[in-house]
């Protein structure tokens, strides 16, 4: 068996093409949410000198001639779908590992013309250019898919070819292998994939743990990191990030803590778990961070419940100042039902929060809310806010 790593080019560019022709071949910009930065280019865009993150303003000057359109997840969605439709139509075993990459089984006579047959077919079917690499494992793969980008397909089969790979590139280019990680392997004068492909498995565990080491024999060939076509369990859920204007009123920044916590809330609910702990991380403008953790006498989603923490950590760290970023963290997840029960649960019961949410299930996300929230009306007005990338396992960052 080998394993296809399959990644979609510029993929909400290329989404954004599907449904709009006009975009072809010119250089097209996806900005976020508040239109500050772009988070994907096109191929003509990063010809101009142009890359993620860069703010508008910037690229604007880099790239006058420049397309800039906001960022619509709903339609990547749909997009995203439809590619894994038809990778399941192919392939047994499928993870989902981001709203533009799946890793898949792949078991055919034939690797390269099922990468090239693949890729075609994603592009009749879905709209979208995307690159297949196939290898012996998904770290292998993931190599393979970066070399034959754009619109590639490849199957990287043999001892000399891997070996041809792992030689030509720096040991960062591993997936799980950051810049401080590849500095520590350098005092080792492990520099390459192939140098670490051939280190002593036990040198790597002590500089990079057993994570490191299962990279280590992932790029031998032997696999390690299995295809996961489920999502493991959650450890942490967030929610929050930029609130953006930085503001120091009152009544927007309570907006703020109340939508983020309606938003945590609405995530749990969505993966139906509780949490025992409540971390709330204030960001200022200055560079000040202030951040607390309350904890839950029984693990809940409640709102009322969870509204008396955050009016609790709320007190003890606003400070001063231009509030800029925060973030809610719930951990110490648990499911109901998945433990006993115990003195101080509280007794389940059609609270108002159940029947908001029937409400808004029926007539559209957030259409009640919490009137704390009037103070932000433009996030509301805004559709791009109607939707949580998040909830897109693997891209959590845009
Ligand atoms: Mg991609």
């Not at 369990?233 to 309606?262: C, F, M, Y």
């Not at 559209?364 to 929230?373: D, I, Y």
């Amino acid at each position: 068996m080998l394993i296809a790593h399959l990644d979609a080019d510029c993929f909400y560019v290329s989404a954004e093409r599907v449904r709009n022709s006009f975009l072809r071949g010119k250089p097209v910009g996806v900005i976020g949410n508040q239109g500050a930065c772009v988070i994907a280019k096109s191929y003509e865009m990063k010809a101009a000198g142009i890359g993620t993150g860069d703010p508008i303003w910037e690229a604007v000057k880099k790239c006058p001639e420049g397309i800039y359109i906001k960022r619509d997840f709903r339609w990547y969605e749909v997009v995203s779908r439809e590619m894994l439709a038809l990778v399941r139509e192919r392939s047994p075993l499928v993870e989902y590992y981001s709203i533009d990459e799946f890793f898949m089984s792949v078991d055919v006579a034939d690797p390269q013309a099922f990468a090239e047959a693949t890729r075609d077919a994603i592009l009749r079917r879905a709209g979208v250019p995307v690159t297949i690499g196939i290898a012996r494992t998904r770290t292998l793969a993931k190599l393979v898919s970066d070399l034959a980008k754009p619109f590639g397909a490849l199957a990287l089969i043999g001892a000399d070819a891997e070996k041809e790979l792992l030689k030509s590139r720096p040991v960062h280019d591993v997936t799980g292998i950051a810049k401080r990680s590849a500095a520590k392997l350098a005092e080792y004068g492990i520099r390459t994939c192939w140098d670490l492909a051939k280190a002593p498995p036990a040198l790597v565990r002590r500089i990079l743990t057993v994570v490191g080491e299962r990279l280590c024999y992932e790029l031998q060939g032997h696999r390690c990191v299995p295809i996961r076509p489920n999502r493991p369990p959650h450890k942490i859920i967030g929610r929050g990030g930029s609130i953006g204007q930085p503001t120091d009123d009152p009544a927007v920044q309570w907006a703020w803590a109340i939508r983020n916590l309606e938003r945590l809330i609405e995530a749990m609910e969505l993966n139906g778990l509780t949490a025992g702990r409540l971390t709330l991380i204030l960001e200022y403008k200055d560079g000040r961070v202030a951040s607390d953790s309350a904890t839950f006498m029984a693990p809940t989603c409640r709102y009322d419940l969870m509204l008396d923490a955050v009016r609790g950590l709320w007190t003890r760290l606003l400070l001063p100042g231009r509030l800029y970023r925060m973030h809610y963290l719930a951990s110490d997840l648990q499911y109901p039902g998945a433990r006993q029960l115990c003195l101080f649960d509280t007794p389940p019961k059609r609270d108002p929060r159940t029947v908001e949410r029937e409400i808004n299930e029926r007539f559209g996300r957030f259409m009640l809310r919490s009137a704390a929230t009037l103070a932000i009306p433009e996030i509301y007005a805004d559709d791009a806010h109607s939707y949580e990338i998040c909830d897109i396992q693997g891209k959590t960052c845009f």
